[in-house]
């Protein structure tokens, strides 16, 4: 039975993957900051008979991190599988961001994950095998006018998950990045959202809104996300990247443009702009006009 710590479990995609891979027959440590949210993966485990055990784990605070891994490497000897899932979003034109949230993203988003991969990397070395999951998002590779925080978060995850790919392989570790698209969870009702309407970047905050209200009406349920991220751990010749959900394929798309093309967007009309995105990344953002008959 593999032993797997998983952050930010209280919810959405860490919730339904410890659910998922303790079912699966990993022993799971669902970690959470707030542990008085846990009563609804708690029950549902014990409903089940699952081994799922609730830990808490602040991914800002480093002593919680290593705390909370020394407690289970007393309990078990070793951590199999690591899963970086918790973060913060948050969203504002760059020049009005606030600085805590914006240090606040890449504590959580970032730091977290560096922190804790550094405190499972000892163990998985000298038992020769380990596998570490870090969520990252469609923006991670997709930067996203008015969310260029949470943007840079995730590219940051990227290109560390990268280099440490590279790093452990030889060690038989193996390194997955999963990139999200629009997933149903409860980030949404927790992101910060600076509006104003006077604004001078109105036009982008109102464009990062749709895209999202598209996204959470057809968001892909966090269930599936789980299920990809059991495949990377289990797949016999494993991938380094996984895109999953609504959007992950304006990835590609975005790829086969022009920089300067994907820049331009952002000076088109509305009209203009919303065919361009039909055009060039095959997505359908434009606000419909109720008939009048």
């Known amino acids: 039975m593999d032993i797997c710590l998983i952050t930010g479990t209280s919810t959405g995609i860490g919730h339904a993957t410890a659910l998922h891979l303790a079912r699966r027959g990993y022993k799971v440590y669902a970690t959470m900051r707030n542990t008085a949210k846990a009563e609804p993966l708690r029950e549902r485990a014990q409903a089940e008979g699952l081994p799922l055990v609730i830990e808490s784990l602040d991914v800002s605070e480093h002593q919680s991190m290593l705390a909370c891994v020394e407690r289970i490497m007393a309990a078990e000897g070793r951590i199999d599988v690591l899963i970086n899932n918790a973060g913060l979003s948050s969203s504002s034109p760059i020049e009005t961001y606030p600085e805590d949230e914006h240090r606040a993203l890449f504590e959580a988003n970032y ?6 991969t550094q405190a499972v990397l000892p ?4 038992q020769g095998r380990g596998a570490i999951v870090n969520i990252s998002s469609i923006v991670g590779r997709l930067a996203w006018a008015n969310q260029a925080a949470y943007c840079a978060s995730k590219f940051a995850i990227e290109a560390f998950s990268e280099a440490l790919a590279q790093e452990v392989a030889p060690l038989g570790i193996r390194v997955a990045i999963i990139e999200p698209g629009v997933i149903a969870s409860a980030i949404f009702e927790n992101t910060p959202v600076h509006y104003d309407r006077a604004s001078p970047y109105k036009s982008a905050m109102r464009r990062n809104g749709r895209f999202f209200n598209v996204g959470i009406a057809n968001a892909t349920p966090a269930v599936a996300v789980a299920e990809v991220i059991a495949e990377a751990l289990s797949a016999e010749q494993p991938k380094l990247r996984y895109p999953i959900g609504f959007g992950s394929e304006v990835m590609a798309r975005r790829a086969a443009m022009k920089d300067e093309d994907f820049v331009a967007l952002a000076t088109l009309d509305d009209g203009d702009y919303y065919q361009a995105l039909r055009d ?14």
């Open 111 to 116: 730091w977290g994950p560096v922190k804790l």
């Open 123 to 126: 163990g998985m070395r000298e």
């Open 280 to 293: 060039n990344l095959g997505v359908e953002l434009e606000p419909q006009v109720p008939r009048k008959d």
